[in-house]
């Protein structure tokens, strides 16, 4: 009799290890508690997959050998708690998928940076010539592609309640961007868990492989007093030159790899902002471990896109810049946005606050934030933590208001910069969403000064 195994969600990663496992001969379960979308009921249908949606049947889930879980599903959920409870495995749709691949595996975590680095990290294994994939929490699902065709690496995006369901994932080249406070409500609002999730990316990897990390970060350096990492390890700093790992003075990145010195200025480089060349340097050293040969790094890194919504330029209108930051959903990811720009500032600011301490962006805003712009429906705490900071701070609940009021008070060599800092379900769907309605309200603009 197969193997039975239940999927939790049926989203990117649900489907995706749905077919998978399906391939791979196992009895297959898909179980969403919401509504599951007409494009992922076409696939699970199409490749014989049973599925149910708005509720869970936990005869049989519970009857299952395996469960992979959706990484949005804690653990403390009823159904994980009763399967835990009964002795079945739950594990991460990436764990199972790397039972299924021969290849080498790039990981990448941290609480910010961590998509910048992950695309950086894939294109420049695509200009050194490399057979890699991308996956993870960036596009297709690992599992889903798995299905088609395995690479000779991988490039993965992994958040920590991915590496919550890791039971033997272990990456060639393991990737810790930073840690600052975040999805704290999952680990028993105590951040010695979350950071012990976080330097859990290492657990299994040997001393073959390679661990990247910035230990003058104050977080991870809990972690790494509390870790043994076997891995060979590669150390970033904005201090000192690094005998194996990287250094960024200000002006220039110096990498010391397999024996190599790598010396890269900034003007060389489309990423700005001392935050990117922390980013810089982690996919510069892993696309170098991997391969990747001096001058490709230095050409992937003067035509790199990075994704959409973090720090996307959109248009210059009479000389003033607009950014588009609207992935900046916490503090720590709009201290970063804030400190790229030596220019003066309108920032537009808001949405649904998480608990945010504002104070830790007071020190960046100096006297460069000239206007503060509150896009939000409720902006009391965001007004209230910078009066007295910040000369000019009005709100607005139209995304268009805020975008010419940006025209309006900014002056040619300004950047008007949307970096949120807040999540954004008060006024728009998602992220994405308050970024295109940004770009759109910003070209709109542009057309109307022509």
Request: hydrophobic fraction near 40%; proline fraction near 2%.
């Amino acid at each position: 009799m197969n193997k039975k195994i239940a999927i939790l969600g049926a989203g990117e990663s649900g489907v995706g290890a749905a077919m998978l496992a399906k391939q791979k001969g196992y009895a297959v379960w898909v179980s969403d508690m919401g509504a599951i979308s007409a494009a992922r009921k076409k696939i699970l249908n199409d490749h014989q997959i049973p599925f149910e949606e708005g509720g869970h049947s936990e005869l049989e889930i519970l009857s299952a050998d395996e469960i992979i879980k959706s990484p949005g599903i804690p653990l403390k959920a009823s159904i994980i708690k009763s399967a835990l409870q009964k002795g079945i495995p739950v594990i991460d749709e990436l764990e199972f998928a790397f039972r299924y691949s021969n290849c080498k595996v790039i990981a990448i975590t941290g609480t910010n940076g961590k998509t910048t680095t992950t695309l950086l990290t894939y294109h420049l294994m695509q200009k050194g010539g490399i057979d890699v994939g991308l996956g993870g929490n960036v596009g297709q699902s690992w599992a889903g592609q798995l299905v088609e065709k395995d690479h000779e690496w991988w490039v993965l995006e992994i958040s920590s309640f991915q590496i919550d369901g890791f039971r033997q994932f272990k990456p060639n080249i393991g990737i810790l961007t930073n840690i600052t406070p975040d999805h704290l409500d999952r680990y028993d609002y105590k951040m010695e868990n979350y950071i012990a999730s976080k330097m859990s990316l290492f657990k299994n990897m040997a001393t073959e492989d390679k661990a990247i990390l910035f230990p003058e970060d104050p977080y991870t350096k809990a972690g790494l007093d509390t870790t043994v990492l076997r891995a060979e390890t590669y150390s970033l700093s904005l201090k000192t030159n690094q005998e194996r790992g990287g250094y960024f003075d200000g002006e220039s990145i110096q990498l010391s790899m397999l024996g190599k010195k790598v010396e890269i200025s900034k003007d060389g480089i489309i990423l700005k902002g001392t935050h990117n060349m922390l980013n810089v340097m982690c996919a510069s050293l892993a696309a170098g471990l991997a391969g990747v040969s001096e001058e490709n790094l230095k050409s992937g890194l003067k035509d790199f896109k990075n994704a959409a919504h973090r720090m996307e330029s959109v248009a210059t209108i009479q000389g003033v810049t607009f950014i588009n930051d609207s992935k900046g959903t916490n503090v720590d990811a709009t201290a970063y946005a804030l400190s790229a720009y030596n220019n003066p500032l309108i920032w537009i600011a808001g949405g649904v606050d998480k608990g945010n301490d504002y104070s830790v962006l007071i020190p960046g805003i100096g006297d460069k934030v000239k206007t503060l712009i509150c896009l939000g429906l409720d902006n009391e705490k965001l007004k209230a933590a910078f009066q007295g900071h910040i000369k000019d701070i009005r709100e607005t609940q139209d995304i268009a208001e805020a975008v010419s009021w940006g025209l309006e008070f900014g002056k040619e060599g300004d950047v008007v910069l949307l970096s949120p800092a807040c999540a954004s379900f008060d006024l728009f769907k998602n992220y994405e969403d308050r970024g295109e309605q940004f770009k759109a309200a910003v070209n709109k603009l542009k057309l109307s000064t022509v």
